[in-house]
């Protein structure tokens, strides 16, 4: 059964950082786009970076560009999310997903495998 699986979240403060990643297993995702969304208490589940097959089709919500930085291993069938200057905004539980096509995409609807989730908190 096809699973992804995220860790790296944590508690940080105003300004640093955090690397989420995102490790499939029981198949192969390096043919399909992958996303990182996140959904905050009380909000709808947001997009927040999406990554084609291929690693060069790149998508990001406004508030987290130049901040942020998705990137895929397909050899190690492992997605990452790196984010710097983190602000309190940015607390959510973040969710890695994959989708059926090959393409990157901003729609959660288009995704149709999901991991559990990963806590990030930021503090002041």
């Known amino acids: 059964q096809a699973q992804l699986v995220e860790s790296g979240g944590g508690l940080v403060q105003v300004g640093g950082s955090l690397r989420l990643s995102c490790a499939a297993s029981?198949?192969?995702?390096?043919?399909?786009?992958m996303g990182w969304f996140r959904q905050a208490p009380g909000k709808e589940r947001e997009f927040v970076a999406t990554?084609?097959?291929?690693?060069?089709?790149?998508y990001y919500l406004d508030s987290v560009k130049g901040r942020f930085t998705i990137a895929r291993d397909n050899a190690k069938n492992t997605v990452y999310l790196q984010m710097n200057s983190l602000k309190l905004e940015d607390t959510a539980v973040y969710y890695c997903?994959?989708?059926?096509?090959?393409?990157?995409?901003?729609?959660?609807?288009?995704?149709?495998?999901w991991g559990q989730g990963t806590q990030v908190t930021v503090s002041s």
């Open positions: 990554i084609d097959w291929s690693g060069v089709n790149i």
């Open positions: 029981g198949r192969t995702f390096s043919s399909n786009g």
């Open positions: 997903a994959a989708r059926a096509g090959a393409s990157s995409s901003t729609d959660l609807l288009g995704y149709n495998v």
